[in-house]
């Protein structure tokens, strides 16, 4: 791993995991209630089973491609197009805050490694930058709070989401964005994440290193041979000292 800069981590499934606690359904319908709560101060008339079939059901459907085309679809299109009917229109300031308030339980019930902290703080302790480098389809500043809620988001040099770039992974740019952004060479790169397909064959491609998260052990064929194998974020602990 000699001349590394920068180690990159996939978000979801790696640094932190959104599919703890409530069912996601039982979180989305949580969501939808504050989500309602907020559009009535701008229209009273507003019922949740209208938020529930009128946004939330067409901003599904809507986005339910993403995976195939990598592509992220502007979510206040959806929310605005809805609220026509009750004559609101709101700016990308109260999309971003109205969903915020949808992710709720997501960012309360969010799951991570109890020394998660530790292990980043390590990194950076041994000279490396962290970023980040994930797909999602809600905004950036939604996620960020995210890394805040886990209090790691002050140990991150970097953000690169799929959102704002309208740019999934596995396209191999959203990766060449992160490089670019913090001033280094792909060869400078550690990619870390769960995904072979997504996250460690782009990297891999560009040459970047890279740390398969491989967190069930899963013995499967793989194609695609990572730099190194993990189970737990922890375990990176005994491979940094080999790295220079």
Known sequence: MDGVKVVFFDMGNT?????????????????????????????????????KQGFYTSWMNGIRDRKITH???PIEDFLNNFLQKYQVSLDLKQCIEAIHLFYTEYREQVYFENDIYDVLKMIKHKG????????????DEVMKAC??????????????????LRIGKPNKEIFTRAIDAMKITPQEAIMVGDSLESDIKPAIDLGMKTIWLNRESRNINKEVMADIEISCISEIYKHIETWR
């Open 147 to 164: 890394f805040k809620k886990a209090k790691i988001y002050d140990l991150i040099d970097s953000f690169t989401f799929s959102y704002s």
């Open 128 to 139: 490396y930058k962290i970023g980040i480098i994930s797909n999602t389809c809600y905004y």
């Open 71 to 73: 592509i992220e679809y």
């Open 15 to 51: 640094l932190l995991h959104f599919h703890y606690g409530e069912s996601d359904e039982e979180k989305d319908m949580q969501g939808l209630i504050y989500l309602t709560e907020y559009l009535n101060k701008f229209n009273e008339n507003i019922k949740f089973d209208e938020v």
